[in-house]
């Protein structure tokens, strides 16, 4: 698979504007099992395994609190290598009485839980890509019940200490507040492909993954307000191949920088 190699346009990191930065260091770090890599008084940087994927939490002062109806962020969702990986996650929140839901989405398992501030949180991971589903060059996808015993069989006796060296940031899902618009700015900008098909939402990959970014229109219908000046997401970085780095903005009024810098990009996935 090289769904997340050098060819591929991917997210490589995510910036959240927090209102505590040592609760959420503190979250990020033994619940999600990332590891800091630098820290000052209101910024901290967090790797995603090994693979030069980050996120970056800047604590901000005297911050707006975005309306859920507001364009932002969804979820950061956070790929593991293997099934017994996400086991080993779940028995680990399950331990600590941290709420989750699930959804089997056929071509992935999945595990949702929200941050300290509220932002949504996935972790997940991929069944093979032979399993997949395709008709007229659309992937299946669905939400179906985790078969939760059977994947807590998958545990190991070592269990969950950290994030595992090849995880990596995997997908991105935003809020929209118009799908057309939306999937025109994605797709002409950024070069994505549709790649899936879903009531109020698209997905949009490159390498025929089941998406890079998918958006949807669930709970948003106005842009976002004040974007550097709200809490939660602040900025997405994007590599794409072959490209000078370029800072724009999305029609919702995000802030994204995309980059060709492949030091930040997985070698292998």
């Known amino acids: 698979m090289t769904f997340h190699d050098k060819s591929a346009i991917q997210v490589t990191n995510v910036t959240l504007n927090v209102k505590n930065l040592t609760d959420m260091v503190d979250f990020y770090t033994h619940i999600l099992g990332l590891t800091v890599m630098s820290k000052n008084e209101n910024t901290a940087t967090l790797q995603v395994g090994l693979n030069g994927h980050t996120m970056t ?10 309306s859920i109806r507001e364009a932002g962020l969804f979820h950061i969702a956070l790929l593991l290598p293997e099934r017994k990986d996400l086991a080993d996650f779940l ?3 399950s ?9 089997d989405h056929l071509v992935s398992e999945a595990l949702y839980l929200n941050d300290p501030e509220g932002n949504g949180i996935e972790v997940y991971y991929d069944r ?9 060059n659309k992937v299946k996808m669905d939400t179906l019940q985790v078969d939760i ?26 809020k929209t507040s118009d799908l057309e618009i939306a999937q025109r700015f994605y797709i002409n ?12 939402a698209l997905f949009m990959s490159t390498k025929n993954y089941h998406h890079h970014i998918a958006v949807n229109t669930w709970q948003a219908n ?3 307000v004040k974007n550097g000046k709200s809490y939660g997401l602040a900025h997405i970085d994007i590599y794409k191949p ?21 030091e930040l990009v997985a070698d292998k996935t």
């Open 128 to 136: 093979s890509e032979n399993e997949w589903l395709w008709k007229d």
């Open 149 to 174: 015993n059977n994947l807590l069989k998958q545990r190991t006796e070592i269990g969950w200490k950290k994030m595992p060296s090849n995880a990596k940031i995997g997908h991105l899902h935003l």
């Open 222 to 224: 106005m842009p976002r």
């Open 189 to 200: 900008q950024l070069e994505l492909t549709h790649i899936s098909n879903f009531p109020q």
């Open 242 to 262: 072959h490209i000078n780095t370029v800072r724009m903005f999305t029609i919702d009024g995000l802030a994204i920088t995309v980059h060709n810098h492949t």
């Open 95 to 103: 331990q600590l009485n941290i709420p989750v839901g699930g959804g």
């Open 91 to 93: 028995f680990h929140v």
């Open 57 to 66: 939490l800047f604590e901000i002062q005297d911050g707006r609190q975005p």
